[in-house]
């Protein structure tokens, strides 16, 4: 079973940011970006036929190891769920301040208006391709 197609919903390296390279090409060339006081999602067209996601969630905004851990595991779930209907995008989240006092379903909540909200964008700004 592919983590693309749908019937297994984990995070294999294909669907990750894997390096400092990979991160500089979102901040620099960022074409998306959704903004919320806790979070703030960056993301670029790539050339993959699939989503793949970076997280920055720096101990400056989120002081607890444990809570930044969680939050990483609840952006996972959340791309997870999400990663068939996004479009092929390089995404990266950073957390902001506030988001480690959240309670899990506010985050998740919260994640599934932003990815609306990501996936909105992404389809009015992009180019039909031509077969």
């Known amino acids: 079973m592919s983590a693309l197609t749908g ?14 390279a990979a991160y500089k090409r979102v901040f620099d060339g ?10 703030l999602i960056l993301a670029r067209p790539n050339d993959c ?8 969630i720096a101990k400056k905004n989120v002081r607890l190891a444990v809570q930044r851990n969680r939050i990483k595991r609840l952006i996972r779930e959340s791309f997870r769920h999400q990663q068939a209907d996004l479009p092929g995008l390089d995404i990266v989240i950073l957390a902001r301040k506030g988001i ?3 309670e899990n379903p506010n985050i998740l ?12 964008r992404s389809q009015q700004n992009r180019p039909l391709r031509s077969p």
Do not use: C, I, P, Y
């Open 7 to 20: 019937q297994n919903k984990g995070f294999d390296r294909k669907l990750r940011l894997l390096d400092a």
């Open 49 to 56: 036929d699939h989503s793949r996601l970076g997280m920055v």
């Open 30 to 39: 960022a074409e998306f970006k959704v903004s919320h006081s806790h979070l």
């Open 109 to 120: 909540d919260l994640l599934t208006r932003q990815w609306r909200k990501l996936l909105q």
């Open 100 to 102: 480690g006092e959240q």
